[in-house]
């Protein structure tokens, strides 16, 4: 059975800090790319970043760049994002998901986690 969770979020001010953590069980972690996307209740699922699986290249959305930092520990089987100089509009719901392909579009990963809420205040 596979599975991802998610932990790590809570309500914190504008310009604090959160690391999330997705524990990965299941699959080849190793050989699966890894994503962080986050919605807002009502919207479709945004992509944040991204982490391949054959080498450590990242990417992440324009909205996040230079603030969010993506990262794995293969031997542990978890994938990272940690959030620097959070602001309002970041306020969502964090979710990890697997794939084998590194790919920005949500539908295309078939395994994600229940996510975590990340709340930034004014």
């Known amino acids: 059975q596979v599975q991802l969770v998610e932990s790590g979020g809570g309500s914190v001010q504008v310009g604090d800090s959160l690391r999330l953590s997705c524990s990965v069980s299941g699959l080849t972690f190793s050989r699966n790319a890894m994503a962080w996307f986050r919605r807002t209740p009502g919207k479709d699922r945004a992509f944040v970043a991204i982490?391949?699986?054959?080498?450590?290249?990242?990417f992440y959305a324009a909205s996040v760049q230079g603030r969010f930092t993506i990262s794995r520990d293969n031997a542990e089987n978890t994938v990272y994002l940690q959030m620097n100089s959070l602001k309002p509009e970041d306020t969502a719901v964090y979710y990890c998901a697997a794939g084998p392909i590194a790919t920005l579009r949500s539908s295309d990963y078939a395994y994600w986690g229940q996510g975590t809420q990340v709340t930034v205040s004014t």
């Open positions: 982490i391949g699986w054959d080498d450590p290249s990242t």
